[in-house]
């Protein structure tokens, strides 16, 4: 691969795509795109002054690695043949729209000679890089709770698209922000084995007549084709006794809230994602017993061009980043199926016991 200006083929030319397409020219990368959409193609080619191809083989031809920017059910499709062309892939979160799909995604990475990392860009933004540093160096003691908060009190993305389709997305809020929330909780605890989910998933606002909102991400076509959930509240039980508290929400009549808050046996930190702000929350008996209050101040930075840095890093190097791999958003993924199931049974859901009846079945 050439050093100097690697290419980056991207797949899905809609929002995200263009989003990305920006910031990996800032990153110094070359772009070229694919879609099915002639009009997509078209704009893209000029917007960049570069190819835009309908048969993502011409792409592959062009390209040194591969951003997957398209509806979730198709993400198999394409990374999978990124990956059997060797290529390297920035999936774009979820993994895929089901636990079935992702299990395809993770074998071919599995057999590729290129690595598949995982678009959780949160994970790149300043506050969060400085709270991973404190419970690396123990800072926190023992993490043993995580309360995972993103919920939006008026914020559907296009009532009638993609995102509000069970057959293209395989899911709602919780699989396209929820996600995000699942991911840093377990990210700041260092991923452990998850043994058991409870949760419950809405449905209460996107389907009425009378949606009233102040904004939306795509065209509002109605609630006839919204199938999906809006709100989804679960409790996450992890093999070393950590637990996480996940509300995550497109609408619901409460305030906007994107804090995480992180509660360790020395210390805890709360991370607003919406202020980008960072705060610790620490206690000692030394002169007197107080508690104190450390607010960290970072620049601020582009969380998303952060994560290509480090992909584009990756692919340079040959060296799959450590960060965002595909064994963590497998989790992740795992994580959302059994949210699902445990809302459509009722009933808690033990991850542990599933995977020991895939391994008998090995």
């Not at 058991?196 to 449905?203: D, H, K, L, P, Y």
């Amino acid at each position: 691969m050439p050093s100097s200006s690697p290419t980056i083929g991207i797949i899905g030319l809609g929002n995200i795509g263009r989003f990305h397409a920006d910031r990996f020219v800032d990153n110094g990368a070359e772009v070229v795109g694919s879609d099915i959409d002639p009009d997509a193609r078209t704009r893209f080619a000029e917007s960049y002054a570069t190819n835009a191809y309908e048969d993502v083989a011409d792409l592959f031809a062009d390209a040194d690695g591969v951003l997957v920017a398209t509806p979730n059910r198709y993400h198999e499709e394409y990374a999978v043949a990124a990956l059997d062309a060797g290529l390297d892939v920035l999936l774009e979160k979820p993994v895929a729209h089901s636990l079935e799909s992702a299990e395809t995604i993770a074998a071919a990475a599995g057999a590729s000679d290129g690595f598949v990392m995982t678009g959780f860009k949160n994970r790149f933004a300043n506050p969060v890089e400085v709270l991973k540093s404190f419970q690396q160096k123990g800072r926190f003691g023992t993490a043993r709770h995580v309360e995972a908060n993103y919920i939006r009190r008026r914020g559907i993305p296009g009532r009638g698209s993609w995102f509000t389709s069970q057959s293209a997305s395989g899911g709602g809020s919780l699989i396209d922000i929820g996600v995000h929330a699942i991911d840093l909780a377990l990210y700041f605890l260092d991923f452990p084995e998850v043994v058991e989910v409870s949760a419950t998933t809405r449905s209460a606002f996107g389907s009425r007549e009378d949606y009233a909102y102040l904004e939306m991400l795509g065209e509002d076509l109605g609630p006839s084709d919204f199938n999906v959930d809006d709100s989804v509240s679960a409790f996450i039980r992890c093999a070393n006794g950590a637990t996480v508290s996940l509300e995550a929400a497109w609408a619901t009549n409460r305030p906007t809230n994107h804090e995480f808050l992180l509660r360790g046996t020395e210390a805890g930190a709360l991370f607003d994602r919406n202020e980008n702000s960072l705060t610790v929350y620490e206690s000692s008996t030394a002169g007197a017993d107080h508690l104190t209050d450390t607010t960290v101040t970072t620049r601020p930075n582009d969380a998303m061009r952060a994560e290509q840095a480090a992909f584009l890093e990756g692919i340079e190097s040959g060296t799959p980043p450590e960060r965002n791999t595909i064994a963590e958003g497998m989790t992740v993924q795992r994580v959302i199926d059994a949210i699902y199931r445990s809302a459509d049974t009722g009933r808690a859901v033990r991850l542990d016991e599933q995977q020991d009846a895939t391994a008998e079945l090995d």
